[in-house]
């Protein structure tokens, strides 16, 4: 149960932090008009076609104590990042970034163009039209990526043995846990941790789906 | 803030282009005045009205000219000067109308107001609510009222502000006569007492006679002409409008005598020896005139028609035929070509085909004269 503790931490903390981080990116690149966007949002994309390997490969070398992040954060904390749980909620973030972004750009540019003029007009700056207009009608779409990226971190896999390793406690989930179990064949507790991130997944797939069943489109006059 | 708003100017000089992917690029360039009360800026759609509203409102930014409201400068390209929209005091109702799905009336009305203090807002929100008779959906959200109301909320969100230019695009498209009517004697009414310039698009010639005091008319991205509505709509006085109110045939004609008493006069067209009756117009005899006719006004018979009281019938053949949708586009030539716009069915019925011989009939007051 302590994997399973984990696991779920660590997938709420990377889902806050994917949100905080993931709003002004999706803003950005929902309404940007420069030329290069393109490479942002494939740099965004970049982890679902990696191998979660390749991703936790270069995230443990960059928190190594000789990498600049490792080397960054000893010399704030006086401990490397590598193989502890922060380390894990950096990796992860990374690893899920996609999942929170583009579903928030999605429901950004969902947004009529003229609900955001009329906001402007009627005197609101670029942030209460955000948190007054675009975030409200984006709901649907921030629901979605808050759940989907703490479902994705919730499974991960190669990352998390990449970077974090297998250390009781600290860096070891679930899926970890499961693959731990099967390797001593120990199949009866492999299969009740499968089975608890079965149903985990089912229930957190059902409130996305659920959720976009709502119709909250924008209305517009026609 | 002024809160002196009576009397104020709308002066806009606008030059801004537009490129988008794959489309020819748009030029608009005008320069317009707008005094107090309702300006109409008429035109096609693609006529450049929507841009030039947003380049007013702040929305877009020209890439060169002047913008003026009063003594306050809005934009000036030579000063590199952009005030933003929120601070230009420029209240838009759109022609989606654009409110907040998920706000009540009440709270769309009240977006604008946030300056206020709670007490004075809900005041100034429940002033106007009862001013344009939609007190009684204030709780309700845009979704849940009728068109009507829905034009009278987007309304009130942008007057309760007190702005000092108000642009209406397309306010009023799709309401029935008498509503559009109320609703415009509403906002007469509110600007009687406020006395700021409202520019108001429309493509409708009904709103144009119903609220007209002057009308700018927008063709190309130009202004074409300006002035009171009779004289820039009514008989088309220059070839763009005339293209633009959709004129398919504009002939080149002499004068050959004027029957002032009729009220008309004859002219020959082209080169041809095709002479036609047209209204009277400022011209002497021998001058050169253009004559626009719509396609749609012409008639076709394949017998000398008799007992008509159409001025002009004119005897000719058919040059070609050919269909776009549910329309029989014919050439016709009578010493000079005509197009002219007839049903299927008519070409059936008359057993139409090139080479055919056929009478053209026009009525005089279908003939316009153009500049």
Redesign the interface.
């Known amino acids: 149960m302590e994997a399973l503790w984990l696991s779920l931490k660590l997938a709420a903390c990377v889902a806050a932090i994917l949100l905080a981080i993931g709003m002004p990116v999706a803003y950005w690149l929902a309404y940007s008009s420069w030329r290069g966007k393109f490479l942002l949002e494939s740099v965004v994309a970049l982890p679902l076609v990696l191998p979660p390997t390749v991703l936790g490969f270069y995230a443990l070398v960059a928190m190594g104590p000789r990498g600049p992040l490792g080397k960054f954060w000893i010399a704030l904390f006086g401990h490397g990042l590598a193989f502890t749980f922060g380390g894990l909620i950096l990796a992860s973030v990374l690893y899920s970034f996609p999942f929170a972004v583009q579903p928030l750009v999605a429901s950004f540019e969902g947004v009529d163009r003229r609900l955001l003029d009329a906001s402007a007009v009627l005197g609101a700056g670029t942030l209460r039209t955000f948190w007054r207009i675009i975030l409200p009608l984006s709901l649907p779409g921030v629901v979605t990526a808050a759940v989907l990226s703490f479902a994705h971190t919730l499974g991960e896999f190669g990352v998390v043995l990449m970077v974090g390793g297998n250390l009781a406690g600290v860096t070891r989930t679930v899926s970890i846990d499961i693959y731990d179990h099967v390797q001593s064949l120990e199949y009866g507790a492999a299969n009740r941790m499968a089975l608890v991130l079965l149903v985990i997944s089912f229930v957190v797939l059902s409130v996305v789906y659920a959720v976009n069943r709502r119709v909250w489109t924008p209305w517009t006059a026609k | 803030m002024d809160g002196e708003v009576t009397g104020t100017m709308l002066t806009a000089r606008i030059r801004k282009e537009r490129r988008s992917a794959g489309a020819a690029s748009f030029l608009l360039d005008v320069s317009i005045e707008v005094p107090p009360g309702i300006t109409i800026l008429f035109g096609a759609s693609g006529a450049g009205k929507s841009t030039l509203l ?1 380049c007013v ?3 877009t930014r020209p890439d060169q000219g002047r913008i003026t409201a009063g003594s306050d400068v809005l934009f000036d390209s030579v000063r590199a000067l952009h005030v ?9 109702v ?1 022609q ?7 706000l009540t009336a009440e709270e769309n009305v009240a ?2 107001l ?2 206020l203090p709670e007490e004075g807002r809900r005041e100034r929100v429940g002033e106007i609510l009862n001013a344009f008779r939609v007190q009684s959906v204030r709780k309700q959200k ?2 849940e009222i009728s ?1 009507g109301e ?2 009278r909320i987007a309304l009130a ?2 007057l309760v ?1 007190e702005p000092r230019v108000l642009l209406l695009d397309e306010p009023l498209t ?1 309401l029935d006569a008498a509503l559009k009517a109320a609703i415009v004697d509403d906002l007469r009414a509110w600007n009687a007492a406020k006395g700021i310039p409202i520019l108001y698009v429309t493509h409708s010639r009904d709103e144009v006679d119903a609220l007209g005091e002057r009308v700018i008319a927008l063709d190309h991205g130009r202004v074409v002409s300006a002035g009171a509505p009779m004289e820039v709509l009514d008989a088309p006085r220059r070839k763009k409008l005339a293209q633009a109110a959709g004129f398919e045939n504009l002939l080149n004609a002499t004068v050959l005598d004027l029957r002032e008493s009729d009220g008309v006069m004859r002219v020959r067209l082209g080169e041809s020896a095709c002479e036609i009756e047209v209204p009277l117009g400022y011209a002497a005899v021998g001058t050169r005139v253009e004559v626009a006719v719509r396609a749609g006004d012409i008639l076709l018979a394949t017998e000398r028609p008799r007992g008509l009281s159409a001025r002009n019938i004119i005897e000719g053949r058919i040059l070609s035929l050919e269909q776009r949708g549910t329309m029989v586009i014919a050439r016709v030539d009578f010493g000079v070509t005509f197009v002219v716009h007839v049903t299927p069915g008519a070409v059936r019925a008359l057993e139409l085909a090139p080479d055919r011989r056929v009478w053209l009939v026009l009525k005089t007051h279908s003939c316009h004269l153009v500049d």
């Not at chain 2, 933003?84 to 838009?92: N, S």
């Not at chain 2, 989606?96 to 998920?102: E, K, N, Q, S």
């Open positions: 947003d409102a702040g929305l933003l929209a929120p601070k230009r005091r420029i209240a838009y759109f989606t109308l654009a409110l907040f799905p998920h977006y604008g946030r300056d845009p979704g068109g829905r034009q969100r942008s502000t799709g």
